[in-house]
C-alpha cells in the first residue's frame, strides 16, 4: 500500500469549496438530518481563491499582538495541548469587541498556534479557515477567526471545556469513572450530526480525519467536530471518488482509500464505525501494549460484534450493567456495518444517524436504562465546573501518509 508513518501528515492543498456560508436556524434545528430546513445556501461558480477565503465575513482577523496579550503571551501554563500542527492556548477576549481580555474575564478562547517548521502547515491552516469560515453547525466546533501575519499562522475557536472525547474514553485514574453510556450515545450521536451535515447534498464535504482526539465536547457533552485541516470537496456529477493523496490516522482511514487513494464519504463512515468501536470497548484503535492479536481494534472486535451473546466480550467492563444489552447490541451491529470492507454495504451517515436517533428514543422511553447499581464514586463529568479536567491532551494517534 505504500502506507508509512509520521510524526504528523500535513493536508497536501486547501480544499477550495464551492459553497458559501452554510448555517443553520438560530432555533437550534439543524441540518444535520439531511433535510436543511432554516439553511442558507449559495453555490459560486468558482473556487474560492485565497483572498477571497481570508475575507470571510463570518471571520475576525486578529493580530499576532491581539493573540499574544489574549494568551498572557502564550505562556506554558496557558497550554491546553499539542499536536503536529503546533500548540493549542487559552485565551481570553471580550464577548463584544474580541479584543483581548484580562484572564479570567470576557469569552475564553482556544488558539491554536502553526509551528513554523510545519510541514504543508500554511495550507492545512487555510484549509480550517475555508470550511469553519463558512460553515455554522451545532456539531461543528465554532472558528471565530485567525491570525496571518508575518510568519505567524494561528487559529482562534471557541472554547471547549470538556475537551476531546478521546481524553474522555481512554483517560484512566481511580478518581475518575468512565464516560457512561447515556453519555457515550449522545456524543456519538452529536458526531452523526457533524458528519451528517457535512456529506448532505449541499456540503459535500469528505472531513477525512474522524477519530477521538478530533471530537471536542462543549460543557453539556455536546460532540463537534475539530480539525478540518485535512477535510475535502466530494466528488461532483458523475465522479465516484476524489483522487487524493493518503492522509488521515493509522487505525482510522478506510481499507479502500489506503489502498487506492480514491476518497468518498463512505471512507468517512467507516472512520466513524472505529470511533463507535473505541465508545463501546474503552479501548485504542491501536494499541501495540495488548495481547498479540488484539492489538488491531477492528479485525479483534469484528467476529463478535453481531452476534448478541457473544457481543459482551467488546463492550468496555467499566460499564458495568448501565446498558440494555439488546441496545449495545444494537451499537454494534451499527459498528459493523459502518466496518465493512466493502463501501457500498456501509450506511450512509444519514442512516446512521437515523439508527442512534432510535437507539435514543429507545433509551429516553426507559428500555436502554441501567439495570444494575451505580458506583457511589462520583464522575467528575457529572460535577459542574469541575477541576483538573484536562481539556485539549496530546493526540497519541499514529498519522500516516503515502
Known amino acids: 500500500m505504500g502506507v508509512c508513518l509520521s510524526a504528523r501528515i500535513k493536508a497536501e492543498s486547501p480544499s477550495h469549496t464551492g459553497v458559501n456560508s452554510k448555517c443553520v436556524s438560530t432555533d437550534g434545528k439543524d441540518a444535520s438530518s439531511l433535510s436543511s430546513k432554516g439553511s442558507s445556501v449559495s453555490v459560486p461558480l468558482t473556487p474560492r481563491s485565497e483572498g477571497e477565503i481570508l475575507q470571510s465575513p463570518n471571520l475576525k482577523s486578529f493580530s499576532f499582538s491581539e493573540l499574544r496579550m489574549a494568551t498572557r503571551n502564550f505562556r506554558p501554563d496557558s497550554v491546553l495541548g499539542e499536536g503536529g500542527f503546533g500548540s493549542v492556548f487559552k485565551g481570553w477576549i471580550d464577548e463584544h469587541s474580541y479584543a483581548p481580555a484580562k484572564a479570567g474575564t470576557g469569552m475564553v478562547i482556544a488558539v491554536k498556534r502553526l509551528n513554523a517548521e510545519s510541514f504543508q ?43 476531546s472525547l478521546e481524553n474522555h474514553l481512554f483517560r484512566r485514574g481511580s478518581y475518575f469513572q468512565p464516560l457512561s453510556w447515556n453519555l457515550r450515545l449522545k456524543v456519538a450521536l452529536g458526531a452523526a450530526k457533524g458528519l451528517a451535515f457535512l456529506h448532505s447534498a449541499e456540503t459535500k464535504v469528505i472531513y477525512r480525519d474522524f477519530k477521538t482526539s478530533n471530537v471536542l465536547l462543549d460543557s453539556n457533552y455536546n460532540a463537534k467536530l475539530s480539525d478540518f485541516g485535512l477535510a475535502k470537496d466530494g466528488p461532483t456529477g458523475d465522479k465516484s471518488h476524489v483522487s487524493t493523496r493518503v492522509m488521515g490516522t493509522y487505525g482510522y482511514a478506510a481499507p479502500e482509500y489506503l489502498a487506492t487513494g480514491h476518497l468518498t464519504a463512505k471512507s468517512d463512515v467507516y472512520s466513524f464505525g472505529v470511533v463507535l468501536l473505541e465508545m463501546l470497548s474503552g479501548q485504542r484503535a491501536v494499541d501495540k501494549n495488548r495481547p498479540s492479536g488484539r492489538h488491531n481494534l477492528v479485525e ?33 451491529t451499527l459498528a459493523f456495518r459502518c466496518l465493512s470492507t466493502e463501501p457500498k454495504f456501509r450506511p450512509t451517515m444519514a442512516e446512521v444517524l437515523k439508527e442512534l436517533e432510535q437507539l435514543q428514543d429507545l433509551r429516553e422511553e426507559g428500555t436502554c436504562s441501567s439495570n444494575g447499581p451505580r458506583s457511589r464514586r462520583r464522575n467528575v463529568e457529572d460535577t459542574p465546573n469541575a477541576k483538573g479536567v484536562a481539556s485539549y491532551p496530546r493526540p497519541s494517534d499514529a498519522p500516516l501518509y503515502a
Not at 466480550?313 to 460499564?319: I, N, S
Request: some cysteine; overall charge positive; charged content about 25%.
Open 121 to 163: 502547515g500554511h495550507r492545512e491552516w487555510l484549509a480550517e479557515v475555508n470550511y469553519l469560515g463558512q460553515f455554522y453547525h451545532p456539531h461543528l466546533v465554532k472558528l471565530i477567526g485567525y491570525c496571518l501575519e508575518d510568519e505567524h499562522r494561528l487559529l482562534v475557536y471557541e472554547f471547549m471545556p470538556r475537551g
Open 300 to 332: 479483534w472486535a469484528r467476529p463478535y460484534l453481531t452476534n448478541k451473546r457473544k457481543v459482551f466480550r467488546v463492550l468496555d467492563t467499566r460499564l458495568e450493567s448501565q446498558y440494555n444489552l439488546d441496545a449495545a447490541h444494537k451499537m454494534a
